[in-house]
């Protein structure tokens, strides 16, 4: 870990929420050997003592603006809609130079509204590690969630980036063994509208329908073999996280629902020509694609 980068900026770093990426992330700087003080905000007692008990923070707490008092870095942990709640709530508890940063999995509603309250003083930089499990929760937190995956980091503004406690920030992201890559809000947005929530809601769509199906006696689950349990892996995750997502990106997520519409509508009227063909192909191109930029 790069000592003097990080730990003279961020001695203290306050977690605000600790389920899946919270955890994860505490878990994954205690791994990457970093000395500082990690604290964590959770409302349930149960999960403050076994973020305590894992490893996750040092110390936790039940009142998030004590939380955060003092902290150098705050991590908002939450699902979406939280966020925004806690952008204007706890900017008054924090010290002037104090990093806000999110792992929010969608970021123009984040960094609209985190521009008017951030910027002298403490600064928000808007972050999404993209990386999770199909299961969410304290229990399911892993120190290695991070390492190779992609984190994306969008500040308000492009001059952010030359600030110490992002440059920090980026060496934190690094020595947790992900690798930072920068974009604007709008272009993320429209990007994991794609990449993340399409599939998602292609997954549970296909396992709605099924259900449906062999509910009516129509289909026997026992012939289910790994390729369906693989398209619908996505299946398990939970609504509660996905609402907030499709309330703050329902643009870009109808847009990327009407292309797959149009795309399945040319398959079916291929199925007995050559044109299917064209579709394999470039699906093979694709794959092809992502090895290179893996």
Same mark, same amino acid.
């Given at each position: 870990?790069?000592?003097? =980068?990080?730990?003279?900026?961020?001695?203290? +770093?306050?977690?605000?929420?600790?389920?899946?990426?919270?955890?994860?992330?505490?878990?994954?700087?205690? =791994?990457? &050997?970093?000395? &500082?003080?990690?604290?964590?905000?959770?409302?349930?007692?149960?999960?403050?003592?076994?973020?305590?008990?894992?490893?996750?923070?040092?110390?936790?707490?039940?009142?998030?603006?004590?939380? +955060?008092? &003092?902290?150098?870095?705050?991590?908002?942990?939450?699902?979406?809609?939280?966020?925004?709640?806690?952008?204007? #709530?706890?900017?008054?508890?924090?010290?002037?130079?104090?990093?806000?940063?999110?792992?929010?999995?969608? =970021?123009?509603?984040?960094?609209?509204?985190?521009?008017?309250?951030?910027?002298?003083?403490?600064?928000?930089?808007?972050?999404?590690?993209?990386?999770? =499990?199909?299961?969410?929760?304290?229990? #399911?937190?892993?120190?290695?969630?991070?390492? #190779?995956?992609?984190?994306?980091?969008?500040?308000?503004?492009?001059?952010?980036? #030359?600030?110490?406690?992002?440059?920090?920030?980026?060496?934190? +992201?690094?020595?947790?063994?992900?690798?930072?890559?920068?974009?604007?809000?709008? !272009?993320?947005?429209?990007?994991?509208?794609?990449? !993340?929530?399409?599939?998602?809601?292609?997954?549970? &769509? *296909?396992?709605?329908?099924?259900?449906?199906?062999?509910?009516?006696k129509d289909l026997m689950l026992e012939v289910a073999a790994s390729g369906f349990r693989d398209v619908t892996r996505l299946a398990d995750s939970p609504y509660s996280v996905w609402r907030d997502i499709c309330l703050t990106n329902t643009e870009n997520i109808q847009m990327a629902l009407d292309a797959l519409i149009q795309k399945l509508?040319?398959?079916?009227?291929?199925?007995?020509?050559?044109?299917?063909?064209?579709?394999?192909?470039?699906?093979?191109?694709?794959?092809?694609? *992502?090895?290179?930029?893996?």
């Amino acid at each position: 870990m790069e000592t003097i =980068k990080i730990e003279i900026h961020f001695r203290r +770093v306050a977690i605000v929420g600790l389920g899946l990426l919270g955890g994860s992330l505490g878990l994954a700087l205690k =791994k990457a &050997g970093f000395t &500082g003080r990690i604290v964590g905000y959770a409302r349930r007692d149960e999960t403050r003592k076994q973020a305590i008990g894992a490893g996750a923070v040092d110390e936790g707490f039940a009142d998030v603006a004590e939380a +955060v008092s &003092g902290a150098d870095l705050v991590v908002l942990a939450t699902p979406v809609a939280v966020i925004l709640d806690h952008l204007p #709530n706890l900017q008054p508890h924090l010290v002037a130079h104090a990093l806000i940063t999110d792992v929010g999995s969608t =970021k123009r509603r984040i960094c609209t509204l985190a521009a008017q309250f951030y910027g002298r003083g403490p600064l928000f930089l808007g972050g999404h590690p993209m990386a999770g =499990k199909e299961r969410s929760g304290l229990e #399911n937190a892993d120190a290695r969630l991070f390492e #190779n995956a992609r984190y994306v980091l969008t500040p308000t503004k492009p001059e952010d980036l #030359n600030d110490h406690r992002v440059q920090a920030f980026r060496a934190l +992201v690094t020595a947790i063994g992900a690798r930072p890559f920068i974009s604007d809000p709008a !272009s993320h947005d429209m990007a994991v509208a794609y990449l !993340s929530h399409l599939p998602q809601l292609l997954s549970s &769509g *296909l396992a709605s329908l099924i259900d449906e199906k062999h509910a009516a006696k129509d289909l026997m689950l026992e012939v289910a073999a790994s390729g369906f349990r693989d398209v619908t892996r996505l299946a398990d995750s939970p609504y509660s996280v996905w609402r907030d997502i499709c309330l703050t990106n329902t643009e870009n997520i109808q847009m990327a629902l009407d292309a797959l519409i149009q795309k399945l509508e040319s398959i079916k009227m291929h199925l007995g020509d050559r044109e299917l063909e064209r579709e394999f192909l470039a699906a093979h191109h694709l794959r092809d694609k *992502l090895r290179e930029v893996s």
